[in-house]
């Protein structure tokens, strides 16, 4: 049986423990292309979309930027089987 965590056990920061939940993800999609940029000390990513004919990369900006827009897609059959 597991016990409850109470809020003296915890130490992390007080904002992560509010909320306990994940945040958000972009869908896997494979019309996407994720590029690294070369940053010190943080990772940083450009997306382009290669939706319909994979030919001409429209750029979305980075992760945070693109998230919305790629979540938002309607386009049919683009994203992986086990993200429908």
Do not use: Q, W
């Not at 386009?75 to 992986?80: L, S, V, Y």
């Amino acid at each position: 049986m597991a016990l409850p965590v109470t809020p003296a056990a915890h130490t992390g920061p007080p904002e992560a423990d509010a909320t306990h939940l994940a945040p958000h993800r972009i869908r896997r999609c494979t019309f996407r292309r994720l590029i690294s940029l070369e940053r010190p000390k943080e990772r940083v990513y450009e997306v382009e979309c290669l939706y319909p004919d994979r030919r001409l990369p429209i750029p979305l900006g980075d992760l945070d930027s693109a998230m919305p827009i790629c979540n938002a897609c309607t386009a049919p059959h683009i994203f992986r089987a086990d993200e429908d």
